[in-house]
């Protein structure tokens, strides 16, 4: 429905373009799944359709990686934030994609523990 579904122009450039130095280049719909079951439904569709899929987080990546450079949908996943489990003894925790750093540190409030900005690799 209409709050889960845009193709206002000014939500399509916004979910058209990171923090990189590439063009904006906006996809043709933005959609706002809330369950994995509408992921899963909403990707068969498009993958039916052969139209492409580009998945949306907060729009910080630095390698243009929301671009949608052949048009297509995009799922912007921030409305999946469920924090599901956490686990002190063995360091872990399952999050929804759309689970902030800020909004798990908020969460881990308390435990002793962070998830620090990473330097994973280097």
Known sequence: GAPNVSTATAVREQHGHDESMHPCAPPDVVVWPQAVEQVQELAALCHRSRVPMVPFG???????????????????????????????????????????????????????LWFPVGTVGM
Not at 71 to 78: A, N, P
């Open 58 to 112: 907060t729009g910080t990546g630095l390698e243009g990686g929301v671009n949608a450079v052949q048009g297509g949908v995009c799922f912007d996943l921030s409305r999946m934030d469920a924090i599901a489990e956490l686990s002190l003894e063995d360091f872990s925790v399952t999050v929804e994609p759309g689970v902030t750093r800020k909004a798990l540190n908020k969460h881990l409030r308390g435990t002793g």
